[in-house]
């Protein structure tokens, strides 16, 4: 089964301190990992994805398979960072199922 | 630009009712999703469509149901609404693999 684990409901940093958004996954294959963002009355959007290795607004993300992690890091945290972060899976399979995490919400403080 | 509309931003139900929402994406995504959205449980997918009439239980099926009778069309159904269904609830689309999948904006249920 797969499934997404995010153990902190809320991340709240001042402006400039470094950002560790912690998830972690279950899936017996080799999974597709992405982080997904939300900003105030905003969609939900793609942040990054684990395959393209890329480093969006700051942010990098690392596939770590023997801890099953796909930690979010972001070496000095701005306020307009602040919003809800998803890890999501997808197992490789030919459908392309989606599960996400239960979310956490990152407050920068000024 | 893509584009994935729900039809209701905001939607007051009574229990007992039937309950449609409505999805369309005009991407040509094979994909597509119905998830609920609650504080602290994160998104909790309902159903997943992978193709014309074809469909996957998600985590939460219990009390929904869904039809995909054409491609860019996914309709979640509430066949008799309760109040443990007051939610948000996002649909999304995504390519075969999904690299990406796109979201709607969101239609907030409120049973009463």
């Known amino acids: 089964a797969q499934r997404v684990t995010q153990p902190e409901k809320l991340l709240s940093v001042f402006k400039g301190a470094p950002v560790e958004l912690k998830c972690n996954y279950s899936?017996?294959?080799?999974?597709?990992l992405f982080w997904y963002v939300q900003y105030s009355r905003q969609r939900l959007q793609l942040l990054l994805r684990h395959i393209s290795r890329e480093s969006i607004k700051g942010f990098t993300a690392d596939l770590n398979k023997g801890e099953t992690s796909f930690h979010l890091k972001k070496p000095f945290a701005q306020e307009e960072d602040s919003a809800m972060y998803y890890c999501?899976?997808?197992?490789?399979?030919?459908?392309?199922?989606?599960?996400f995490g239960q979310g956490t919400t990152l407050q920068v403080k000024p | 630009d893509v584009k994935v509309t729900q039809s209701s931003r905001y939607l007051v139900k009574r229990t007992g009712e039937k309950v449609f929402l409505e999805c369309v994406q005009d991407?040509?995504?094979?994909?597509m999703f119905w998830y609920r959205q609650d504080p602290g449980l994160g998104l909790r997918l309902i159903y997943f469509s992978y193709d014309v009439k074809m469909k996957e239980k998600g985590d939460i099926p219990e009390g929904y149901s869904v039809s995909r009778e054409k491609k860019e069309r996914f309709s979640l159904i509430l066949e008799s609404a309760s109040t443990n269904q007051t939610s948000m609830y996002l649909c999304?689309?995504?390519?075969?693999?999904?690299?990406?999948?796109?979201f709607g904006q969101g239609t907030r249920l409120t049973v009463v």
């Open positions: 899936y017996s294959g080799s999974p597709e």
């Open positions: 999304a689309s995504s390519s075969r693999v999904p690299f990406e999948a796109f």
């Open positions: 991407m040509d995504h094979e994909n």
């Open positions: 999501a899976l997808s197992g490789q399979s030919n459908t392309g199922k989606l599960i």
